[in-house]
């Protein structure tokens, strides 16, 4: 089977923009479609998540728009991303999708079950929380010490945003660089400053929108954390969880924002049994 590794990257046009995606995956079943991190492309994805969900399942991942390959800007709200990635959906000719949301992607993914509920049969939501989060507008100060840390230790700022900085973390975060080095051929363009600045502005202004009603999103939901997330608190996840009316929350020890990375071994199966129950 081809790995994540090795995936060819292909184009959609939607409404006169190019859309740059990545498929992969045997499964017969609902497609898994994949949204992203803050600044992430497709290179970031795991391949230990990706190709252990591809091992049962057809999984999509793609860069929304003015991300990566894909054409356009990156939109200030994320309202908008959502209507992007419902769009995206749509013109694959997909009639229903799982939907595995990691950080920015998991506030996306609520914005895709909340604006078409049909769409969506079941949900991963790990290292994220409900907009209207407190404590969001500090996100900006986080990212610029991560790295301004990255920028002296000749890092990439995951190191500090993502695992905890104990050996055990360190460890992880090697291993998790070393798997997104994979990738050697056919690699997606970096994201751009416009862009990640306009994700930034959508993650801080989520952060102080009212609240969604999370009781409109009655499919299964899977949430998922590390117990000390820098980036988003884990609390938003218990929380988040609670007032999802079919949840079940997950929450990995001695980890942070990137604890699905640091315990894929655990996280993997998890996941597998959630979409097949």
């Known amino acids: 089977m081809t790995t994540w590794r090795d995936t060819p990257t292909t184009t959609i046009a939607i409404d006169g923009t190019t859309f740059a995606y990545r498929e992969l995956g045997a499964g017969s079943g609902v497609p898994v479609v994949l949204l992203h991190h803050f600044t992430a492309v497709l290179n970031d994805w795991d391949p230990a998540i990706v190709d252990g969900l591809a091992a049962e399942h057809r999984v999509i991942a793609f860069d929304n728009r003015g991300v990566g390959g894909t054409g356009s800007r990156v939109p200030h709200d994320i309202e908008r991303m959502g209507a992007d990635a419902i769009a995206f959906i749509r013109a694959l000719g997909l009639e229903q999708v799982d939907l595995f949301g990691f950080s920015l992607g998991g506030a996306v993914a609520q914005m895709v079950a909340l604006q078409a509920p049909d769409l969506v049969r079941r949900m991963v939501l790990a290292g994220t929380g409900p907009r209207g989060g407190g404590g969001i507008w500090k996100m900006p100060f986080i990212v610029g010490g991560a790295y301004a840390k990255a920028f002296a230790t000749r890092k990439d700022p995951r190191h500090f945003l993502f695992f905890p900085r104990d050996r055990a973390g360190r460890a992880a975060?090697?291993?998790?660089?070393?798997?997104?080095?994979?990738?050697?051929?056919?690699?997606?363009?970096?994201?751009?400053?416009?862009?990640?600045?306009?994700?930034?502005?959508?993650?801080?202004?989520?952060?102080?929108?009212?609240?969604?009603?999370?009781?409109?999103?009655?499919?299964?939901?899977?949430?998922?954390?590390?117990?000390?997330?820098?980036?988003?608190?884990?609390?938003?996840?218990?929380?988040?969880?609670?007032?999802?009316?079919?949840?079940?929350?997950?929450?990995?020890?001695?980890?942070?924002?990137?604890?699905?990375?640091?315990?894929?071994?655990?996280?993997v199966p998890e996941v597998l049994a959630f979409l097949a129950d």
Not at 217 to 244: C, F, K, Q, W
């Open 173 to 267: 975060a090697e291993e998790y660089f070393a798997r997104l080095g994979e990738r050697t051929q056919d690699r997606d363009r970096p994201i751009s400053r416009q862009a990640a600045l306009a994700q930034l502005r959508a993650i801080t202004t989520a952060g102080l929108h009212a609240p969604d009603d999370l009781s409109a999103i009655t499919v299964p939901v899977l949430v998922a954390n590390g117990d000390h997330d820098l980036m988003v608190a884990s609390e938003h996840s218990a929380d988040m969880a609670r007032r999802l009316p079919d949840a079940k929350l997950v929450v990995y020890p001695d980890s942070g924002h990137g604890g699905v990375f640091q315990h894929h071994e655990k996280f």
